[in-house]
C-alpha cells in the first residue's frame, strides 16, 4: 500500500530520471518507429489495442523501444501488469507473481502480463519454470532480449511465443524524438532554450547508432554542460556532443548475433571479390577489440574453401598473416589483416575443393560400412597376406598413368566424382 510519502518520492525520482525515461511514450501516437510491427492496423497493435494479447518476444537491439512498448501495453491493458528484471530477479520472484496471477485469475477473472525484461539473462531452469503456466493462461508472457532468441531462448518457450523483431532507429525517427525532446516543457528540455547546430544534430543521429536512449541522455548531457549566452541560449556545437557521446559506439558483442553478423558480411565480401567491403568490415572488428588470431583463422579457411586452386598463393599468404598476427601482436598485425583480407577478395575464387569434400562427406553418410577392396590394404601380418591383403596393387611409380590405372574407391562407388576441376585451373 502506498502512502504520500511513496508518491513523492515516486515523483521526485521521476523529475531526476535520464530524460530518456522522462521522455518514454505512453501511447502509440507519441511512439517512433517500428512501423512494420505497430503500424497502423498490424497485429500486435491490434491485440494491444483489443487487450487480446498473446506471448510474445521483442528482440531488438538497444534503445529501439523494447520496454517502451512493454510500457504502452501496460497503460492500454485491462489486465495487471507485471514487470521482472532478468538481471536482478529469478526464480523466487517469478513464483510469487505467479502466486498473485492466480489469485487474481481465480478471484476477478483477471489476466497477468508479465514482463520480463533481458530475458536471455535467465538460465534454463528459470525460462523452464514459466512454461507451465503460460500453457495454462495464468499468464501472458512478454520477453524483451537484444540477443538472438533462437539461441538464448529454450525451445519449449520460444514455441509458445510469437517473436517481433524491432529495427535500429532511423535517423528521421531519432530525429523526431530530438525535436520533441527539445520543445516538450514539461519533462522534456523545452525551458532550456536549445539551439542545436546542424553539424552537431547531425552527428548526434549518426552517433547515437539507432540508440534512441544513447541519443536522449547524450543530448541531456550535452545541453546541461553548456552556459547559456546572454540571451539564456544554450548553442550546442559539434564539439559537445562529441564529447557527450565520449565516442561513437561500436557494437559488437562478442557473445551475441552481432558478433556472427559482422565476421559473415567479412568474409562474404572477400568472397564477393569487393576489397572495400572487406576492409570495412575488418575495420568494424578491430575497432571493436576482435582477437586478430580469430579473424586471420577465418581467412586461413577461407583461403582453401573459396580461392583454393584458383591462386595457390593465397593459403601461404593467409598462413603467413596468422604467423605474424601471432609474432608481432596488437595493433601493428591490423596492417597484416588488412593486407591478406584484400589480397584475399582480389584472388580468383575457386570452391571447387570444398565442393568435393562436402560431396564426399554427404556420400560417406550412406557408404560408411564400404569395405577397402584388397589391393588397397597393407599386408602387414603373414596371415594378412594369405588372406590377399595387398595383392595385385600397382606401386604407382614403377607405371605409367595408363598401366598404373586401379580403382581406388570401393567397388560400389567406381567412377564416382566429387572433385569438378575449373578449367581455368
Known amino acids: 500500500m502506498t502512502d504520500l510519502f511513496d508518491h513523492k518520492l515516486d515523483k521526485e525520482l521521476k523529475k531526476e530520471a535520464p530524460l530518456a525515461d522522462r521522455l518514454r511514450p505512453q501511447n502509440f501516437n507519441d511512439f517512433q518507429g517500428q512501423e512494420k510491427i505497430v503500424g497502423q492496423g498490424k497485429i500486435l497493435r491490434k491485440a494491444i489495442e483489443n487487450d487480446e494479447l498473446f506471448s510474445i518476444i521483442l528482440w531488438g537491439p538497444p534503445g529501439s523501444g523494447k520496454t517502451t512498448l512493454a510500457r504502452i501495453i501496460a497503460n492500454l491493458t485491462k489486465s495487471s501488469f507485471v514487470q521482472l528484471s532478468a538481471v536482478t530477479s529469478g526464480k523466487k520472484d517469478l513464483i510469487k507473481v505467479i502466486e498473485k496471477a492466480r489469485e487474481k485469475r481465480k478471484l476477478k477473472s483477471q489476466r497477468t502480463i508479465l514482463f520480463v525484461d533481458e530475458i536471455h539473462r535467465w538460465n534454463k531452469a528459470q525460462q523452464d519454470a ?39 532507429l532511423g535517423e528521421d525517427d531519432l530525429g523526431r524524438i530530438i525535436k520533441q525532446a527539445l520543445k516538450d516543457k514539461e519533462v522534456g528540455l523545452g525551458n532550456y532554450q536549445v539551439k542545436l547546430g546542424k553539424k552537431a544534430l547531425g552527428l548526434l543521429l549518426s552517433g547515437a547508432n539507432g540508440d534512441a536512449r544513447a541519443a536522449l541522455n547524450a543530448l541531456e548531457l550535452a545541453v546541461k554542460a553548456v552556459d547559456p549566452d546572454q540571451e539564456g541560449f544554450r548553442h550546442i556545437k559539434e564539439k559537445d556532443v562529441r564529447e557527450a557521446l565520449q565516442y561513437e559506439a561500436v557494437y559488437f558483442d562478442k557473445k551475441g548475433e552481432q558478433y556472427y553478423n559482422i565476421i559473415s558480411a567479412f568474409i562474404k565480401s572477400m568472397r564477393g571479390s569487393d576489397p572495400d567491403a572487406a576492409l570495412y568490415w575488418l575495420a568494424r572488428m578491430v575497432e571493436a577489440g576482435q582477437d586478430p588470431l580469430y579473424i586471420a583463422r577465418r581467412m ?54 570444398y565442393q568435393g569434400l562436402l560431396k564426399a562427406k554427404k556420400e560417406v553418410k550412406k557408404t560408411m560400412n564400404e569395405p577397402v577392396s584388397l589391393p588397397l590394404r597393407n599386408a602387414v601380418t603373414g596371415l594378412m597376406k594369405d588372406l590377399g591383403y595387398g595383392q595385385d596393387y600397382k606401386y604407382s611409380h614403377d607405371y605409367d598413368k595408363e598401366e598404373g590405372e586401379q580403382d581406388y574407391l570401393p567397388q560400389k562407388l567406381k567412377n564416382k566424382k566429387f572433385f569438378n576441376k575449373k578449367k581455368d585451373n
Open 130 to 168: 514459466l512454461l507451465p503456466y503460460v500453457e495454462k493462461g495464468i499468464i501472458v508472457f512478454i520477453g524483451a532480449t537484444t540477443e538472438n532468441p533462437s539461441f538464448e531462448i529454450i525451445a519449449p518457450l520460444l514455441s509458445r511465443s510469437r517473436v517481433f523483431v524491432l529495427e535500429s
Open 300 to 353: 586461413v579457411i577461407f583461403a582453401s574453401e573459396d580461392i583454393s586452386l584458383a591462386d595457390k598463393n593465397a593459403l601461404s599468404l593467409a598462413v603467413s598473416c596468422f604467423q605474424a598476427c601471432h609474432q608481432i601482436g596488437w595493433p601493428e598485425c591490423q596492417i597484416n589483416l588488412a593486407h591478406v583480407a584484400v589480397y584475399l577478395a582480389l584472388a580468383p575464387k575457386d570452391n571447387s575443393t
